[in-house]
Structures are given as structure tokens and as C-alpha cells.
């Protein structure tokens, strides 16, 4: 009955015309930003902090708030129609995604991922009502030997992603995990890999490794292969999925749901991991895992769904915690605080408006952005038929647009150059570039919490096998890696006796 | 003497016609736009600071003040642009004990003098530093936490921002001072700091009471030994370092405006007169207590005050870092 009453009192904040307005205004912004390549959510807000200042906090937070779950929904956009990931996280969907464009099906792609994205929106919106403060004690379960644990295990399901071969797929995650090391060293400040280069002393960002090898790289191939472009612009297909697609993929868009609503839980960071894990599990789960990779439904409806059920759930430290668990939600803290809410455990009791508020808002974005993206989407499947000579200089504009406004740094736009010609060099060899991106973004927080979990433990390697949740991941990364290794050494050896 | 004075008054018609004009562009100014350059990611205390303080000030000015971001290299990269940026009243820049002191001694590589190449418009928020350590710390006081630390030595496991970064430096104080050598367990940035703190994974961390209000007042972290005379008005049931029997443990963050070196003096004088007016002003205040800091004190007020507090800061924390045998910030 509480709950009712929390819903209702957050109901009555959200259905007020200014604020339904600003959700609105969120959503929008949100999809505009997530549909434009290379322009993240991160920047925007930053952008649009200042505008903040004049809006009365609530309605300020819900706009936000519907910016960062409107990009969610965007980026797939861009993943799907021209192979782009504005964000980490949409990574996966590019793997499936456009495929199911090149295949004529970008309508259906599309579809799918605003009808998952909703349906994982709402279940996390009501595991967020619902059990918000029990579930801040699974939160801080994990300490850094656990992420630790939780990291390897994610570059194991990195292996598992790829299409091609395995030793090729362990090169490209190392090679990531090696980029990531570049900057400075979190422990004594000295600089590594940065050959004496100040511009790249805080390490290469995320945006300028995606964009170029996977966004930069791509325009490059088509430029090399114009027939395989013409290809895509030939073949439009139906624009919504059918019920046939729909049914296919709502058990892998349940499981998204729940793996996202997990994940995206942990403060540090753990959402990133998400659709990459539902990929994986999806493919393990398929009767035939090879249509993975050439454009499998189950491959953009689930990730999908656990990317947005992540985004919702991150909701879940900053309000009932005080501890923002990614960029985004950084800034959500600065919008927070220019209005003297400070975030802290308290919001949840002092601020029962703000906080049942966004809850009600975030279903209500949820909602509007189905509403605005499904008609959207024979709009953006026309955009394919723009020729390519049209439409490359544009995406190459707003990438590079989108690069600096990160961190307002003109060699950031180099290095995407620089990492385009790598990414092309990939494709050219058939190296995927999705586990280097992985190995990238799970490096990073693998070597830090790697070393604050051994200077906590004082370089006891214990610590890794002593706390349950590690141990527990820890051996299910062994499991998975010879659940990978297995065929290959089963092939090896059926090659010897065939010799 | 006559031809003296004859020249002085042929001249003075041009005399005045040049103080006109200085008058005349100094009250026409400021004409656009204003830039302030926060050389740390948006969202953040010194950034949403800087955004209060540029709200208030673009009042008083008539003209629109823009925040722009320039994250990197532990705030040196927004500072350099700041002092390479044009005199002309039009680039002012957010600089702090880290940035404007500490980063003398832990950045080598500096590539600006905090001493000489700005033009300070003055302090505009200070909030000292404390120690916060998890909810089921067995200790109560700071008497308490110094006895275990001396009793547990490496077996204390404190937390802070990074290296370099004034959770850190007040940390190496406070451990210098009472002679222990604990554990440092290094995160980046205060939200990994604070979430191992709740988890328990660590001890504690030594941070501005403006970063950890509202988890103090939530009850999710204990505080004690606020470095200052007397207790933060923020948060007043928590003691201070005097009160702890360590009243040599005295930091106090500051967080202050600057204008490249040689803005000319009547636009300098303008700036420092917003900057003033809002520090004055009920909202500003309200809005900083909120967050946990204040407006400076009298005798921390003003632009030559910042210059004099900056040049014995960085000697203070040169002889912190040099008793540390070194420490090289990151970020």
C-alpha cells in the first residue's frame, strides 16, 4: 500500500504540465543526441547544466534524467543505420544491428529495440519502486576484488562474442586492455605509453577508440566496397517487427531486462557490462548460435533491453546512496547540487518528491519515447536511401564534432583519424573490433580494482578467493573459458586423428 | 618652470581625454560575453561552484557568463589556458588549493607559476577539510581513530581522490602529524572513494566537508576532526581537531577566481567588484551553505588576500610533499 502511496505522490509531481513538458523536452533531446553520431549524453548535459539553474530542481532532474535514457534509446539508432556507437554500451547492438540493416531489415531492428527498451524500462522502473532500499545492500556487496572478479569474467564473455576465430578474438581483447593502460599510473603518477605526449598523459577516451575503429572504420570499408552500400540502400524491408520477430525475442528481451536491472545496480559502473553479458547468453542459448553475427533478432532485442534496464536501475546508487555510477550520473549529481540537494542517503526521506518523482517520470519517459521513436523509424530507415557520397561527409562531421565536445581537445579528433585507419586495417585482416572495445572499457577498471583490491588485502592474492562473490565469478570465468577453448581443442584433436 | 607648466597645461585637455577614454572603456566593459574556465569536468564541487559564482556575477556585470570545461592533468590544462588566455577581462578562470598551491609541489611538469601569472579576483569559498570513516569504525573520536591508527599502523586502510588531489594531501597531514604510516588505498575520484567507504572495503578518507555533507548528515559515514578553529556551521554537531587534541591539524579548502596576468586595472577592479557584491549577496550564501562551504572570511577576502594565502600554501604543502618523500599527482 506504501508503494501505491509513493506512486501516487510521485504521479502527482510528474502530471503537472511544466513538468510533463521538460520529460518531454528530455526525450526528445535525448533521441536527437543518441540519433546524431558521436554527440554522447555526457556532453549535452554538461551543455545544458547551466539552463538547469533557472528550473525548479524535480522538473530539472526529470529533464535530465529523460536526456540520458532518450540517448539510450538513440544510440541504437546509429548503431543499427551506419554502424556507429555513440556509447559502450551500444557496442552490441552494432554486432546484430547492422547486420539486420545490410539485410534489409533495419525497420524491424529498430523496432525491436524501442519495443525491448520499453518493456525493460518498465519492469526496471517497478524493481526501482519497489525494491530500491534492499537493493542498495546488493550494491555495496561488491568490493574491488569483487569487480575485479566481475571484469575477468566480462573478458571472458568478450571471447565468447566474437564471430571468427578465438586466438584472433584473445589478440583484439588484449590489445584493448593495452590501450587502456595508456596515461597516467593511478599510483604513482608516472606516465605510461604516453611516449612523452601530453595530450594523451589522462589516457585515450572511450569515444575516440569507438568512433574510429568501429565508426571511422566502417565509412572507410564502404568507401573501399561502394557495392556493399548500394546493397543496403536496395533492400528497405518491413518497417515494424512482425508478430513472428516479436515472439522470438521477448524471452531474450526478459532476460536482458533482468541481467541489465542487475548489472546496472553495481555503483561502479557495472551496467557497461550488460548488454555484452545478455550477447553472450543469448548466443549460448540460440539452437543455432552462427546466425549470430550476420543478423540474429535475439542479438539486438535483448542487449538492447539490458541496456536500458541498466540505465534505469543505475538510478538506484545515486538516489538512495549518493554514489554516481558513471559519467552521466556525475552530472546528474552537479544538476543536484546547484539546487543545494546534496546527494546522500538522506534524498529517499527528506526528498520523498524527488525521488518518487523521477521514479514516476522515468515510465512516463519510457513511454514517450516509444511513442516518439516508432513513427521515427521510417524516417530514419529513408535516411539509408541518402546516397552514400551524401551522407558519409555528414556522419564524419558530426563525429568529429561529437569528439571534441568531449573534452573540448582538438587532438581527440586526430586520434579518432588515427584509430579509423586502424579500425580499417582490422576489417581488412577480418580482426572484430567489438573485443577490443570490450577489452578497452574493462581494462581500465580491472587494473584499478585490481590494485585497490591488493593494497586493501597488502598483496595477499587471497583476497580474490576469500570473498564469495569473487571466488563465485572468479570460477565462472574458468568454467566459461573452457566452455570457449573446448571446441577448439576437440577440432585440433579430431584434425590429428584425421592425419 | 613656466614652459613646464605651459606644456603641463597644452597636455592636459589629452591627459583627460585619455583618462576619458580609459573611464569610458572600462565602464563599457563588459561588452560580451564572458568566459570562465573550470579545468575540471562539469558537474563536479569546483565546477557547480563556479556556476553559482558566474550566475551571481553575470547579475551584477549585465552580461551573460559561460562555463567552459577544461578537464585534464589534475585542473593544469584549464589553468594553462587560463593564463595564456587574452588580459582583456573577457577569459576569468576557477583555480584552487590544488590547482593555485599544492599542484607546485606534485606536478613537476607545472607549466604555470600560481605566484606570478595571474591576476587573483579572490577567494570565494572555503570549507575545511575532516576525516570520515565507515559507520562500524571502532572508533568514535578523533583521540579514538589516532590511538588505533598508531596501534594498527599499515593495518589502517585509508581511501583517497587520487594522487595529488587535497584528499590525499590533507590525509599525508593529518598521517604526518600524529607520526603513522597507514595503508593508502588509491581511487579515482571521490564517488569510488565514498562507495568503498559505504561497502566497507576501506577505512576511511580525509576530504572537504563540502564533498562529504550529505552522507554525514544521512548517518552512512562517521566524521570527526574538522581542521579549523571552530566547527563547521554545516555541520555542527561534528567536532573539530582542537576538540580531538590535534589542534595543529588545520586545513582549509578555498576555491577562488582569477584573471590572466595584466587585465587592465579598471576591469580588474570591476571583476573584483562582482565578485564582492556576490559574495554578499543572501542567495549566494545560502547556496554555498547548502553545499557545505562558506563565503571567505574577512581576512581571506579580496584578490591580494588570495595572492598572500597562495604563496604561503604553496610552501606549507611543498614541505607536506617534500616530508613524503614526493608525490606526483594524477588526475
Given at each position: 500500500?506504501?508503494?501505491?502511496?509513493n506512486?501516487?505522490?510521485?504521479?502527482?509531481?510528474?502530471?503537472?504540465?511544466?513538468?510533463?513538458?521538460?520529460?518531454?523536452?528530455?526525450?526528445?533531446?535525448?533521441?536527437?543526441i543518441?540519433?546524431?553520431?558521436?554527440?554522447?549524453?555526457?556532453?549535452?548535459?554538461?551543455?545544458l547544466?547551466?539552463?538547469?539553474?533557472?528550473?525548479?530542481?524535480?522538473?530539472?532532474?526529470?529533464?535530465?534524467?529523460?536526456?540520458?535514457?532518450?540517448?539510450q534509446?538513440?544510440?541504437s539508432?546509429?548503431?543499427i543505420?551506419v554502424?556507429?556507437?555513440?556509447?559502450?554500451t551500444?557496442?552490441?547492438?552494432?554486432l546484430?544491428?547492422?547486420?539486420?540493416?545490410?539485410n534489409?531489415r533495419?525497420?524491424?531492428?529498430?523496432?525491436?529495440?524501442?519495443i525491448?527498451?520499453?518493456?525493460?524500462?518498465t519492469i526496471?522502473?517497478?524493481?526501482?519502486?519497489?525494491?530500491?532500499?534492499?537493493?542498495?545492500?546488493?550494491?555495496?556487496?561488491?568490493?574491488?576484488?569483487?569487480?575485479?572478479?566481475?571484469?575477468?569474467?566480462?573478458?571472458?564473455?568478450?571471447?565468447?562474442?566474437?564471430r571468427?576465430?578465438?586466438p584472433?578474438?584473445?589478440?583484439m581483447?588484449?590489445?584493448?586492455?593495452?590501450?587502456?593502460?595508456?596515461?597516467?599510473?593511478?599510483?604513482?603518477?608516472?606516465?605510461?605509453l604516453?611516449?612523452?605526449?601530453?595530450?594523451?598523459?589522462d589516457?585515450?577516451?572511450f569515444?575516440?577508440?569507438?568512433?574510429?575503429?568501429?565508426?571511422?572504420?566502417?565509412?572507410?570499408?564502404?568507401?573501399?566496397?561502394?557495392?556493399?552500400?548500394?546493397?543496403v540502400?536496395?533492400?528497405?524491408?518491413?518497417?515494424?517487427?512482425?508478430?513472428?520477430?516479436?515472439?522470438?525475442?521477448?524471452?531474450?528481451?526478459?532476460?536482458?531486462?533482468?541481467?541489465?536491472?542487475?548489472?546496472g545496480?553495481l555503483?561502479?559502473?557495472?551496467?557497461?557490462?550488460?548488454p555484452?553479458?545478455?550477447?553472450?547468453?543469448?548466443k549460448?542459448?540460440?539452437?543455432?548460435?552462427?546466425?549470430?553475427?550476420?543478423?540474429?533478432?535475439?542479438?539486438?532485442?535483448?542487449?538492447?533491453?539490458?541496456?536500458?534496464?541498466?540505465?534505469?536501475?543505475?538510478?538506484?546508487?545515486?538516489l538512495?546512496?549518493?554514489?554516481?555510477?558513471?559519467?552521466?550520473?556525475?552530472?546528474?549529481?552537479?544538476?543536484?547540487?546547484?539546487?543545494?540537494?546534496?546527494?546522500?542517503?538522506e534524498?529517499?526521506?527528506?526528498?520523498?518528491?524527488?525521488?518518487?518523482?523521477?521514479i514516476?517520470?522515468?515510465?512516463?519517459?519510457?513511454?514517450?519515447?516509444?511513442?516518439?521513436?516508432l513513427?521515427?523509424?521510417?524516417?530514419?530507415?529513408?535516411?539509408?536511401?541518402?546516397?552514400?557520397?551524401?551522407?558519409?561527409?555528414?556522419?564524419?562531421l558530426?563525429?568529429c564534432?561529437?569528439?571534441?565536445?568531449?573534452?573540448?581537445n582538438?587532438?581527440?579528433?586526430?586520434?579518432?583519424?588515427?584509430?579509423?585507419?586502424?579500425?580499417f586495417?582490422l576489417?581488412?585482416?577480418?580482426?572484430?573490433?567489438?573485443?577490443?572495445?570490450?577489452?578497452y572499457?574493462?581494462?581500465?577498471?580491472?587494473?584499478?580494482?585490481?590494485?585497490?583490491?591488493?593494497?586493501?588485502?597488502?598483496?595477499?592474492?587471497?583476497?580474490?578467493i576469500?570473498?564469495?562473490?569473487?571466488?563465485?565469478?572468479?570460477?565462472?570465468?574458468?568454467v566459461?573459458?573452457?566452455?570457449?577453448?573446448l571446441?577448439?581443442i576437440?577440432?585440433?584433436?579430431?584434425?590429428?586423428?584425421?592425419? | 618652470?613656466?614652459l613646464?607648466?605651459?606644456?603641463?597645461?597644452?597636455?592636459?585637455?589629452?591627459?583627460?581625454m585619455?583618462?576619458?577614454?580609459?573611464?569610458?572603456?572600462?565602464?563599457?566593459?563588459?561588452?560580451?560575453?564572458?568566459?570562465?574556465?573550470?579545468?575540471?569536468?562539469?558537474?563536479?564541487?569546483?565546477?557547480?561552484?563556479?556556476?553559482i559564482?558566474?550566475d551571481?556575477m553575470?547579475?551584477?556585470l549585465?552580461?551573460?557568463?559561460?562555463?567552459?570545461?577544461?578537464?585534464?592533468?589534475?585542473?593544469?590544462?584549464?589553468?594553462?589556458?587560463?593564463?595564456?588566455?587574452?588580459?582583456?577581462g573577457?577569459?576569468?578562470?576557477?583555480?584552487?588549493?590544488?590547482?593555485?598551491?599544492?599542484?607546485?609541489?606534485?606536478?613537476?611538469?607545472?607549466?604555470?607559476?600560481?605566484?606570478?601569472?595571474?591576476?587573483?579576483l579572490?577567494?570565494?569559498n572555503?570549507?575545511?577539510?575532516?576525516l570520515?570513516?565507515?559507520?562500524?569504525?571502532?572508533?568514535?573520536?578523533?583521540?579514538?581513530?589516532?590511538?588505533?591508527?598508531?596501534?594498527?599502523?599499515?593495518g589502517?586502510?585509508?581511501?583517497?581522490?587520487?594522487?595529488?588531489?587535497?584528499?590525499?594531501l590533507?590525509?599525508?597531514?593529518?598521517?604526518?602529524?600524529?607520526?603513522?604510516?597507514?595503508?593508502?588505498?588509491v581511487?579515482?575520484g571521490f564517488?569510488?572513494t565514498?562507495?568503498?567507504?559505504?561497502?566497507?572495503?576501506?577505512?576511511?578518507?580525509?576530504?572537504?566537508?563540502?564533498?562529504?555533507?550529505?552522507?554525514?548528515?544521512?548517518?552512512?559515514?562517521?566524521a570527526?576532526?574538522v581542521?579549523?578553529?571552530?566547527?563547521?556551521?554545516?555541520?555542527?554537531?561534528?567536532?573539530?581537531?582542537?576538540?580531538?587534541?590535534?589542534?595543529?591539524?588545520?586545513?582549509?579548502?578555498?576555491?577562488?577566481?582569477?584573471?590572466?596576468?595584466?587585465t587592465?586595472a579598471?576591469i580588474?577592479a570591476?571583476?573584483?567588484q562582482?565578485v564582492?557584491?556576490?559574495?554578499?549577496?543572501?542567495?549566494v550564501?545560502k547556496?554555498?551553505?547548502?553545499?557545505?562551504?562558506?563565503?571567505?572570511?574577512?581576512?581571506?577576502?579580496?584578490?591580494?588576500?588570495?595572492l598572500?594565502?597562495?604563496?604561503?600554501?604553496?610552501?606549507?604543502?611543498?614541505?607536506?610533499?617534500?616530508?613524503?618523500?614526493?608525490?606526483?599527482?594524477?588526475?
Open positions: 500500500m506504501e508503494l501505491l502511496d506512486l501516487y505522490l510521485g504521479a502527482t509531481v510528474v502530471f503537472s504540465a511544466n513538468n510533463l513538458a521538460l520529460c518531454l523536452i528530455g526525450c526528445m533531446v535525448g533521441t536527437l543518441g540519433v546524431l553520431p558521436g554527440v554522447g549524453p555526457v556532453a549535452t548535459i554538461a551543455m547544466l547551466p539552463i538547469t539553474f533557472g528550473i525548479d530542481p524535480i522538473g530539472a532532474l526529470i529533464m535530465l534524467a529523460g536526456i540520458y535514457y532518450g540517448a534509446y538513440g544510440g539508432t546509429t548503431a543505420l554502424n556507429i556507437p555513440g556509447e559502450a551500444a557496442v552490441v547492438t552494432t546484430d544491428g547492422h547486420q539486420m540493416a545490410r534489409g533495419a525497420g524491424v531492428a529498430l523496432g525491436i529495440a524501442a525491448g527498451s520499453f518493456i525493460a524500462g526496471a522502473t517497478m524493481v526501482i519502486a519497489a525494491l530500491a532500499q534492499p537493493l542498495t545492500k546488493f550494491a555495496l556487496l561488491f568490493r574491488p576484488a569483487d569487480y575485479f572478479a566481475l571484469m575477468v569474467f566480462g573478458l571472458m564473455l568478450a571471447v565468447v562474442l566474437a571468427g576465430s578465438v584472433k578474438a584473445i589478440a581483447i588484449l590489445i584493448g586492455v593495452l590501450l587502456s593502460t595508456v596515461g597516467t599510473d593511478l599510483e604513482t603518477g608516472d606516465e605510461r604516453t611516449f612523452g605526449w601530453s595530450e594523451i598523459a589516457g585515450i577516451d569515444a575516440v577508440i569507438a568512433m574510429g575503429v568501429i565508426g571511422f572504420g566502417e565509412i572507410l570499408r564502404n568507401l573501399d566496397a561502394p557495392e556493399a552500400r548500394v546493397a540502400q536496395a533492400k528497405i524491408g518491413r518497417l515494424l517487427p512482425s508478430l513472428a520477430d516479436f515472439r522470438q525475442s521477448l524471452a531474450p528481451i526478459l532476460r536482458g531486462t533482468g541481467i541489465g536491472s542487475i548489472l545496480l555503483p561502479g559502473n557495472g551496467a557497461v557490462l550488460a555484452f553479458a545478455t550477447y553472450t547468453l543469448e549460448k542459448l540460440a539452437k543455432d548460435p552462427s546466425r549470430f553475427g550476420t543478423g540474429a533478432i535475439e542479438g539486438v532485442a535483448g542487449p538492447e533491453s539490458a541496456n536500458n534496464a541498466g540505465a534505469q536501475t543505475a538510478f538506484i546508487p545515486l538512495t546512496l549518493g554514489i554516481p555510477p558513471n559519467a552521466v550520473m556525475a552530472l546528474m549529481v552537479g544538476a543536484m547540487t546547484i539546487h543545494g540537494i546534496v546527494p546522500g542517503p534524498i529517499l526521506t527528506k526528498q520523498p518528491k524527488l525521488f518518487w518523482g523521477m514516476v517520470s522515468m515510465w512516463i519517459g519510457n513511454l514517450m519515447l516509444l511513442i516518439i521513436n513513427p521515427l523509424i521510417g524516417i530514419w530507415v529513408r535516411l539509408l536511401r541518402v546516397p552514400y557520397r551524401l551522407m558519409f561527409p555528414a556522419i564524419v558530426f563525429c564534432i561529437g569528439i571534441y565536445s568531449v573534452n573540448n582538438p587532438a581527440d579528433v586526430y586520434l579518432t583519424a588515427a584509430f579509423g585507419l586502424v579500425g586495417a576489417i581488412k585482416l577480418d580482426f572484430e573490433p567489438a573485443p577490443l572495445l570490450l577489452g572499457v574493462l581494462g581500465r577498471l580491472m587494473e584499478e580494482k585490481l590494485r585497490q583490491a591488493l593494497a586493501i588485502s597488502q598483496g595477499k592474492m587471497m583476497t580474490f576469500d570473498h564469495p562473490v569473487s571466488a563465485t565469478l572468479l570460477s565462472m570465468s574458468l566459461v573459458a573452457f566452455i570457449v577453448l571446441p577448439t576437440r577440432r585440433r584433436r579430431e584434425r590429428v586423428f584425421a592425419e | 618652470m613656466a613646464f607648466f605651459a606644456t603641463g597645461r597644452a597636455l592636459a585637455p589629452l591627459v583627460a585619455v583618462c576619458f577614454v580609459g573611464l569610458a572603456s572600462a565602464q563599457a566593459y563588459p561588452e560580451r560575453i564572458i568566459t570562465m574556465i573550470v579545468p575540471f569536468a562539469a558537474g563536479g564541487a569546483t565546477d557547480v561552484t563556479g556556476r559564482m558566474g551571481a553575470s547579475k551584477r549585465g552580461q551573460t557568463i559561460v562555463v567552459e570545461n577544461v578537464a585534464g592533468a589534475g585542473g593544469a590544462t584549464g589553468s594553462l589556458r587560463g593564463k595564456n588566455s587574452k588580459p582583456d573577457y577569459t576569468i578562470g576557477v583555480g584552487h588549493m590544488g590547482t593555485h598551491a599544492a599542484a607546485v609541489s606534485t606536478n613537476p611538469k607545472l607549466p604555470y607559476d600560481p605566484r606570478t601569472d595571474f591576476d587573483y579572490g577567494i570565494v572555503v570549507t575545511p577539510n575532516l570520515i570513516v565507515r559507520k562500524d569504525f571502532p572508533a568514535d573520536t578523533l583521540q579514538a581513530f589516532t590511538a588505533y591508527a598508531k596501534a594498527n599502523g599499515k589502517l586502510k585509508m581511501a583517497h581522490n587520487g594522487l595529488g588531489s587535497l584528499s590525499h590533507t590525509c599525508v597531514l593529518y598521517f604526518q602529524l600524529i607520526e603513522v604510516d597507514p595503508t593508502y588505498v581511487y579515482r564517488g569510488q565514498i562507495n568503498d567507504i559505504l561497502s566497507g572495503a576501506v577505512d576511511g578518507t580525509c576530504d572537504l566537508v563540502a564533498s562529504v555533507t550529505g552522507h554525514v548528515k544521512g548517518g552512512s559515514v562517521k570527526f576532526g581542521a579549523d578553529e571552530a566547527r563547521s556551521p554545516v555541520l555542527p554537531d561534528v567536532p573539530t581537531a582542537t576538540e580531538g587534541g590535534l589542534p595543529a591539524f588545520k586545513v582549509e579548502s578555498w576555491l577562488g577566481l582569477y584573471a590572466p596576468k595584466a587592465p579598471p580588474l570591476r571583476l573584483r562582482a564582492a557584491e556576490s559574495l554578499a549577496d543572501a542567495d550564501q547556496r554555498f551553505f547548502d553545499l557545505g562551504g562558506s563565503v571567505p572570511k574577512p581576512h581571506q577576502a579580496g584578490g591580494d588576500k588570495m598572500e594565502i597562495i604563496k604561503a600554501d604553496v610552501v606549507r604543502w611543498a614541505e607536506v610533499v617534500k616530508k613524503a618523500g614526493g608525490i606526483e599527482a594524477t588526475n
